[in-house]
């Protein structure tokens, strides 16, 4: 199958970025996520089904959110948005009344941060009565539904992660919406083994979007999330923050404007500006395993290679190898020492031991070092791993794909 996106909450801005209307007469299954847009009145939704043939089969997934673990969301006045940054700094599912208001009246941050963490949330608002809402809510949109996730969410949002904001499912939660909707297609086995696979590999990835809202320790206390304390909170590439810093930066309004241009100026090949942007980037937010990530892939276009090995490294010290920069080091070895880049793709396999771009790379460093036995394993791995791309692309967890079609024409934000 051949597999194609639309926006389902922005439909205009996917038939802007390109979208083959024609496609839609030749879809044999529409995926369609409902409540986000008009499909069963009348507009932009409406008119994309009426071209779709008549045994076409449509599943209707609900949309998710859980306001139960963050009550405060609403839209921040100080946040701006532009064509390089779509959502601002801090978007509306990060935006917190709570600190707003207090900010009316209080001009120090730090006396800010100490207010609100003595707040008593559940006296502010009745977080059971909130979640009887929200429960209701997704009942309501699951009747609407072909899978029903509601009573997945009830039983398990106090055990494990499902959201990493309002709007924002866990891996742990697509893995779920994709087994459904796989049993609802009928056209692989349950106990397929590569699908299992696949879908525990979905299950184990951060989740969509690169913002984590926190969650405030009373709330914590109050759900029994034991999952939640002690957590890591995500800010865009800038780096993980636990609750307490995450929160003190939100007040000051903290953030590193200089990384979506610079991320505009690679996507547009403008290496020398992306470069200057990057190090203002890291000037700033030094910690960043990204940011040094997205320098060693400039400073490669540039063909400075020991600066990028250097940048590389740094990012894997910083993120202990999680996001696979030992494939980037590797490319970089692979030009002056093939025994050294094979030990660094070597380490990027140990995490993505399927990812045909780091078996590829991998045979080009065998074939470097002219070892025929390791030349012949390596071609069989590339080979195994491009046959094991029969899901991945319809289980792309990150949301990579469909963005394509309605990102910025330079890709910026992804």
Same mark, same amino acid.
């Given at each position: ?9 922005? /439909?205009?801005? *996917? ?15 529409? $995926?369609?996520? /409902? #409540? ?12 994309? =089904? ?36 779509? +959502? &601002?700094? %801090? ?21 800010? !941060?100490?207010?609100? =963490? ?21 009942? &309501?949109?699951? $009747?609407? *539904? ?5 009573? !997945?969410?009830?039983?398990? !949002? ?6 990493? *904001?309002? @709007? ?12 459904? /909707?796989?049993?609802? @297609? ?33 709330? /914590? ?8 304390? #002690? ?7 800038? &780096? ?9 930066? %939100? ?23 992306? +470069?200057?942007?990057?190090? @203002? ?6 910690? *960043? ?61 140990? =995490? ?10 991998? @045979? +080009?460093?065998?074939?470097?070092? #002219? ?30 794909? %469909? &963005? ?8 910026? #934000?992804?």
């Amino acid at each position: 199958y051949e597999i194609w996106w639309v926006r389902n909450f922005k /439909v205009n801005s *996917s038939l802007k970025a390109g979208f083959d209307l024609n496609k839609l007469q030749r879809c044999a299954y529409f $995926i369609l996520q /409902v #409540g986000h847009w008009d499909t069963d009145s009348v507009g932009v939704g409406k008119e994309l =089904m009426d071209l779709l043939p008549g045994d076409c089969r449509t599943i209707r997934v609900p949309p998710l959110f859980l306001n139960s673990l963050w009550p405060f969301m609403t839209n921040d006045p100080r946040n701006r948005s532009d064509d390089l940054n779509t +959502e &601002g700094p %801090y978007p509306n599912y990060l935006g917190n009344r709570a600190i707003l208001q207090l900010l009316k009246g209080e001009s120090d941050p730090d006396r800010v !941060f100490d207010l609100y =963490m003595g707040r008593d949330i559940n006296a502010m608002v009745n977080l059971d009565r909130l979640h009887g809402i929200n429960m209701a809510q997704l009942y &309501g949109m699951d $009747i609407r *539904s072909d899978i029903e996730l509601s009573q !997945f969410i009830e039983d398990n !949002f106090r055990d494990r992660r499902l959201f990493l *904001s309002q @709007l924002h499912p866990t891996g742990f939660l697509c893995a779920e919406i994709a087994r459904q /909707v796989i049993a609802q @297609l009928g056209i692989v086995p349950a106990d397929d083994p590569q699908l299992r696979e696949t879908l525990e590999e979905v299950e184990a990835t951060h989740g969509i979007g690169d913002i984590d809202a926190p969650i405030h320790p009373g709330i /914590v206390e109050h759900f029994g999330l034991d999952w939640a304390r #002690g957590l890591q909170y995500r800010y865009f590439d800038e &780096g993980f923050y636990d609750h307490d810093e995450f929160v003190r930066r %939100y007040i000051r309004f903290t953030n590193v404007p200089e990384y979506f241009p610079a991320r505009a100026m690679m996507n547009r090949s403008n290496w020398a500006e992306a +470069e200057r942007l990057l190090r @203002l980037s890291i000037a700033k937010s030094p910690g *960043s395993a990204r940011f040094h990530a997205c320098l060693g892939r400039v400073l490669c276009q540039q063909d400075r290679w020991p600066e990028a090995g250097e940048a590389f490294s740094t990012a894997i010290a910083l993120d202990g190898g999680r996001d696979g920069y030992h494939g980037d080091l590797a490319r970089v070895q692979l030009r002056s020492d093939p025994t050294t880049a094979l030990h660094s793709i070597d380490a990027a396999l140990a =995490m993505k031991p399927a990812d045909p771009e780091l078996c590829e790379t991998r @045979l +080009e460093i065998c074939r470097a070092l #002219g070892n025929a036995d390791a030349i012949a394993r390596a071609e069989a791995d590339l080979e195994q791993a491009r046959d094991g791309q029969r899901w991945p692309p319809f289980l792309e967890p990150t949301g990579a794909i %469909y &963005g394509r079609y309605w990102l910025p024409k330079d890709g910026s #934000g992804f």
